[in-house]
C-alpha cells in the first residue's frame, strides 16, 4: 500500500501526463499560428516564447485562477469559484482559445470525475462540474485542473506545478510537430521552464482572483488569424 502521499504525489503527475485524456493533443496553444506568420522558427525562439506566455498570460491568468479556486474548493465557496471561471474565460480574446480551455476544462471534469468515484466525489467538485453541465460556468481548464487537485488532496501549489508543467510537456509537443526541434533540446526548454513556473509562482502565490492579467499580444493575434486558416494541424 502507497503512504497517502505518496499517492497525492503520483496522482498529480497522472494529471500532468499528456495521457490523461483531455484532447490537449489538439492545441498548440497559439505556436501554429506563431510559426505560420514566421515569428516562431527555431529552439531559442520557442524558449521565448514560451517562457514569456507563462510570465506574462498563464501564471498570472491561469496560475492565480488554480490557486483561488483550489481555495475556494476548500472552503466550498461555490460562488466564487464560478466567478472566478467567468472572469478567466472573458480574459481570454481569441474565440479558438476560450474554446480550447473550456473544451480541454470539461473532458478533464469528466475523466477526473471518474476517478474520484471510486472513493467517493467531494460536494464541492460535484457542484462545479454540474454547474458547469448545465452552463452556468465555463469550465476552463486551470479552474477544473483546481478542482480536481483539490478533491484529490494535492496541495495548491504542488497542483499549479503540474498544470504548468502540462501546459509546457503539451506546447513542446506541439512544436515537434511543426518544426524540427530535437528531444534533447525540447528537455532543455522544458527545464528551463521549471524555473520560470517556480519564480512565477512566488510572485503570484499571494494574488486575489480580480488580481488576474494577461499580456500577449503577439499570441492573441496569431491565433485570431490562425482561427481563419485553410489548413491547420492543430484547433488552436
Known amino acids: ?56 498570460s498563464v501564471l498570472p491568468s491561469d496560475g492565480v485562477a488554480l490557486l483561488n479556486a483550489h481555495r475556494c474548493a476548500g472552503e466550498g465557496d461555490l460562488t466564487t469559484l464560478v466567478q472566478i471561471d467567468r472572469r478567466l474565460h472573458a480574459m481570454r480574446l481569441p474565440e479558438e482559445m476560450r474554446a480550447a480551455s473550456t473544451q480541454s476544462g470539461r473532458r478533464f471534469l469528466d475523466e477526473s470525475f471518474a476517478l474520484l468515484a471510486l472513493k467517493g466525489v467531494p460536494p464541492a467538485f460535484d457542484e462545479y462540474r454540474a454547474s458547469v453541465i448545465a452552463g452556468r460556468a465555463p469550465g476552463c481548464a486551470s479552474v477544473a485542473f483546481a478542482l480536481s487537485a483539490w478533491a484529490a488532496g494535492i496541495e495548491a501549489e504542488l497542483a499549479l506545478y503540474a498544470f504548468c508543467h502540462s501546459f509546457a510537456v503539451g506546447a513542446l509537443g506541439a512544436v515537434q510537430r511543426l518544426m524540427p526541434l530535437s528531444h534533447s533540446e525540447a528537455q532543455q526548454i522544458l527545464r528551463s521552464l521549471h524555473c520560470d513556473i517556480g519564480s512565477g509562482y512566488r510572485e503570484i502565490q499571494g494574488r486575489h482572483w480580480r488580481e488576474m492579467t494577461s499580456f500577449a499580444p503577439l499570441a492573441d493575434i496569431a491565433s485570431m488569424r490562425h482561427e481563419a486558416a485553410d489548413v491547420r494541424m492543430f484547433a488552436s
Open 1 to 56: 500500500m502507497l503512504d497517502e502521499s505518496a499517492h497525492r504525489f503520483l496522482t498529480a503527475l497522472q494529471l500532468a501526463d499528456s495521457f490523461f485524456p483531455t484532447g490537449a493533443y489538439a492545441h498548440s496553444q497559439g505556436l501554429e499560428g506563431m510559426a505560420a506568420q514566421g515569428w516562431v522558427s527555431c529552439a531559442e525562439e520557442v524558449h521565448e516564447y514560451l517562457s514569456g506566455l507563462l510570465a506574462c
